[in-house]
């Protein structure tokens, strides 16, 4: 997972950023994140990835995300205004979008699900304007 600052400060988590994308894909997410959290600048994630998307993802780097986001609780409630998941055709659970937005709460921030790229630009501009 890759972090495209390409449209900051709307960042995209993407499987495989965009070449012209500024990234560092030496660097984990974790480390890609921390990075953009050291800049002290409000920011919202844009996402079209869900919480089970990843089957290849071992318990060890589940568990270092967990660390990481309980590390820097505050620094994301502070700098991060939200997160949008652009759910595409696909039909998301309830259970999954309670999951999701209780992730948000225990980080936060505010989680809208929409359907579109479009939407979700409109939706994260929203988001940095409550700021």
Known sequence: MLLDTTHFPLVYLREHAAQEARTNENASAEGQLESLLDQGRHFVLLTDHLPGDHPEESHEERKQRALFFKR????????????????????????????????????????????????????????????
Do not use: H, Y
């Open 72 to 131: 820097n609780r505050e620094r994301m409630r502070q700098l991060c205004r939200g997160m949008v998941v652009i759910t595409g055709d696909r039909a998301v659970p309830a259970a999954l979008r309670l999951a999701v937005q209780g992730m948000g709460k225990a980080l936060g921030m505010r989680v809208a699900f929409v359907q579109g790229e479009d939407e979700a630009q409109v939706c994260s501009w929203e988001l940095l304007g409550q700021a």
